[in-house]
């Protein structure tokens, strides 16, 4: 076990679902792996009254950097990276649930910048995206030549910022909603699109507007959520792969990408100023 003094201090900002599964994960698994809790923000201060000690509520998140953490976790809404992201970054490594926030070009290059001039890491984690490490090693060799994702939820897992599914039937089957870059999805698509974004992070030659993605509302899928990745390199080289998230009906975040989450904090242990898939 650790010793306090070594003890790595996150910070949560954000109490939906991801947020309260790692609070709860680290409360109750953190002691044996060196984890402790410094901080846990929500929008909504009434919603951690009995949940989080009180001493482990933070009021305002300005305030953040008095807790003095080592890693700050956001699973809260692209919005906020918009806004702390790079206070957050100056004081500690982050990691960003919402990767979605970077395909704002500049957002993106302020933070890669934030982090190179205090030494913190960026870390995006790999989320529902299979084969994430493959990618960004192609990437870094130069072979990657092409990136397509497609997801496939359920209509009533999708949050939309346009009302094109306002009008979905249970009978109506499988429609494609949206088609072209993953620069063009974010914004349209801010929370059911992190995987993509994560994506065109391990693609960064190809980019946020190089990477191409589809999102696919299906009535059938009532149990889980599809992500399939078309990777095509040089000379013919190409792998696709499908993977089945299973989800519960209306949620935006498939089961297993909970423990992939906690498994991605468990990388943050510092990588150097650089952005770093996890
Ligand atoms: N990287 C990935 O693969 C991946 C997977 C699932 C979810 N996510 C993202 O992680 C984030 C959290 O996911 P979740 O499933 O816990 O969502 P959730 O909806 O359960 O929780 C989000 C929390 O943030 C709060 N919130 C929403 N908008 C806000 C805003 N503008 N300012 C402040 N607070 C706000 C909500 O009140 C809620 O407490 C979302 O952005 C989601 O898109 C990423």
């Known amino acids: ?28 698994d953190g002691a044996a792996l060196g984890l402790t809790l410094a901080f846990v923000w929500n929008r909504n201060f009434d919603k951690l009254k009995g949940l989080v000690p009180d001493e482990l509520i933070l009021g305002d998140l300005s305030s953040f950097a008095e807790r003095r953490c080592d890693v700050i976790v956001e699973v809260c809404h692209p919005q906020i990276v918009k806004e702390f992201g790079l206070h957050f970054l100056s004081k500690s490594h982050l990691m960003v649930g919402s990767p979605s926030a970077l395909s704002d070009p500049a957002l993106n290059q302020k933070l890669r910048q934030v982090a190179q001039q205090y030494g913190r890491t960026l870390y995006v984690p790999s989320g529902a995206l299979w084969g994430g490490q493959d990618i960004q090693r192609l990437n870094d060799s130069g072979a990657l030549k092409a990136l397509f994702i497609r997801m496939s939820k359920h209509p009533s897992c999708f949050r939309l910022t346009g009302d094109v599914l306002s009008d979905w039937t249970e009978e109506e089957g499988r429609r494609v909603l949206f088609r072209g870059s ?50 095509t390199g ?25 423990n992939s989450f906690w498994n991605s904090l468990l990388v943050c242990k510092g990588h150097g100023g650089r952005v770093y898939l996890c």
């Open 182 to 231: 993953v620069a063009e999805l974010c914004p349209l698509a801010p929370n059911n699109v992190n995987t993509m974004a994560a994506a065109a992070v391990a693609a960064g030659t190809l980019g946020f507007t190089g990477v191409q993605g589809e999102i696919v509302s299906d009535t059938a899928l009532s149990e889980y959520h599809v992500v399939e990745v078309e990777v």
């Open 234 to 258: 040089p000379g013919g080289f190409s792998v696709h792969t499908v993977r089945r998230n299973p989800a519960k009906l209306g949620a935006v975040t498939g089961s297993a990408t909970y």
């Open 1 to 28: 076990m650790a010793t306090s003094a070594s003890f790595q201090k996150i910070g949560v900002v954000g109490y939906g679902h991801l947020g309260q599964y790692l609070v709860e994960r680290i409360l109750k």
